[in-house]
């Protein structure tokens, strides 16, 4: 089979053959620090979370869960550079194929491929790695208890999505989504509801779909739906915040001129060498080592690339931040009132909102015609520039946003939502649209 891989390169090159099973952490090891992660981020009372304040930064390095990231995202990095520098085949081996595997080939695609980071690019990504690669979801995400079987739980597909948040800190004007809609997907993918992430393999859901079909009749039939559709779930209103201020595909319509909108060089690296997880899973000791350590792992600085360009992050140290979004937003004292990341995104979306309001005028202007219609809502950004939610940033927003008590997204219950009324059977295009709409 290798034969046959090697065929295809039009200089018929030999195949580099990547073994994750080596560099990557296995998925026990995965659901480990998860584990850990989960305890730490999750404490009982406040006394609890100010005690673990004191000590934060050794306790998180002692869940090992930046260092999967950090793993995955030096292997996917390697890859990419002999893929696009070296221009070698590259093949990943791992026992299952459905694990690791899907993490690194889907990471490596965003670094190289900027349409994986638009939202249909991306969508089609976990679709096609994912989802048709056969990741078993119900035994990772362990959505079926089975008395007889092992417990094979590990959250490989949230660590994938840490990855990509990664990236996303690390390039933001790269990416058309938000962290909000990463976090989004992630908790869509804990509810057992949606097919997309509901079975082990292709075959699983095609016999689910089958008896569905068969049982049509049956008022029992199980009631099968993709993810993707958000308005099942969301106000049109809430899935703004899907949007990218920052996004230089947006950006580029009211500057098609500036310089970061043109191709970007990959950094050659084709000399770069892979080390072990094991060895590269020993943080205390990096000084001591860091001779042979500045070899084994692979890093790129970062400039600033085009938002169409490849990607080459920092995998290790001060590079990596904890998803705080995702892993801490239930926590109010660690909440910042008025600060954050959700402050500079509000005021991001004024300045892209205002700009587009600005282009369109002149647009109007060139052409002749009078500014007839109010056009700030087809910025496509959550918060407008002549109407910003009707609240201060400074004092309704805070770190946690949008899924803090003030201002959060509109979903207390799935009652009254076009998702309650699809489970009930009902026509979802029959559905009055107004009463998801909710209170803002």
């Not at 053959?17 to 995965?30: F, H, T």
């Not at 889907?106 to 990504?125: E, K, M, N, P, Y």
């Not at 119900?138 to 990855?163: G, I, M, Q, W, Y």
């Amino acid at each position: 089979m290798l034969r046959a891989i090697e065929s295809t390169h039009p200089e018929r090159t030999k195949a580099s053959v990547i073994d994750l099973a080596r560099l990557c952490p296995s998925p026990k090891y995965i659901q480990v620090a998860y584990y850990k992660l989960r305890d730490l981020c999750m404490p009982a009372s406040a006394e609890d979370f100010w005690a673990a304040d004191q000590k934060w930064y050794s306790l998180l390095d002692g869940t090992k869960w930046l260092q999967c990231v950090s793993a995955c995202l030096s292997v996917s990095s390697a890859v990419a550079e002999r893929i696009a520098g070296s221009r070698q085949t590259v093949v990943l081996r791992e026992y299952d194929g459905r694990d690791l595997s899907c993490v690194v080939a889907s990471v490596v695609q965003l670094i190289l491929d900027c349409h994986t980071r638009t939202l249909v690019g991306f969508q089609a990504l976990v679709q096609r790695e994912w989802v048709v690669c056969g990741h078993r979801f119900t035994d990772r995400l362990h959505h079926v208890h089975a008395k007889d079987k092992d417990n094979e739980e590990s959250p490989v597909f949230l660590l994938f999505l840490d990855c990509v948040w990664q990236l996303l800190q690390q390039f933001p004007s790269c990416f058309e989504f938000t962290e909000t809609y990463l976090t989004t997907l992630w908790d869509s993918a804990r509810v057992p509801l949606f097919a997309t992430f509901l079975f082990n393999s292709e075959r699983d859901r095609y016999v689910a779909c089958m008896d569905a079909k068969r049982d049509k009749n049956d008022n029992t039939s199980p009631t099968l739906m993709p993810v993707w559709d958000w308005s099942l779930q969301f106000s049109d209103q809430d899935r703004l915040l899907f949007n990218n201020p920052l996004y230089g595909g947006k950006l580029a319509e009211y500057f098609p001129e500036h310089p970061s909108n043109g191709p970007t060089v990959v950094p050659p690296n084709p000399t770069n060498t892979l080390g072990s997880f094991k060895s590269r899973n020993k943080w205390k000791s990096k000084k001591k080592k860091q001779a042979g350590a500045s070899t084994q792992v692979s890093f790129t600085t970062p400039s600033t690339p085009s938002f169409n360009g490849p990607l080459f992050p920092i995998n290790i140290g001060a590079g990596l931040k904890l998803w705080t979004q995702c892993y801490m937003r239930w926590i109010p004292w660690a909440h910042t009132v008025g600060g954050g990341p959700p402050s500079e995104y509000f005021h991001q979306c004024l300045l892209v909102d205002e700009l587009h309001i600005l282009n369109m005028k002149i647009h109007s202007l060139e052409m002749s015609k009078p500014d007839e219609h109010n056009t700030s809502r087809e910025s496509g950004m959550f918060f407008t520039f002549e109407s910003p939610r009707g609240f201060d940033a400074n004092d309704s927003l805070t770190s946690a946003f949008p899924y803090s008590p003030i201002g959060s997204m509109d979903r207390k219950s799935i009652v009254g939502t076009p998702l309650f009324s699809f489970l009930r059977r009902m026509s979802v295009s029959s559905y009055n649209g107004a009463a998801a709409n909710g209170d803002d």
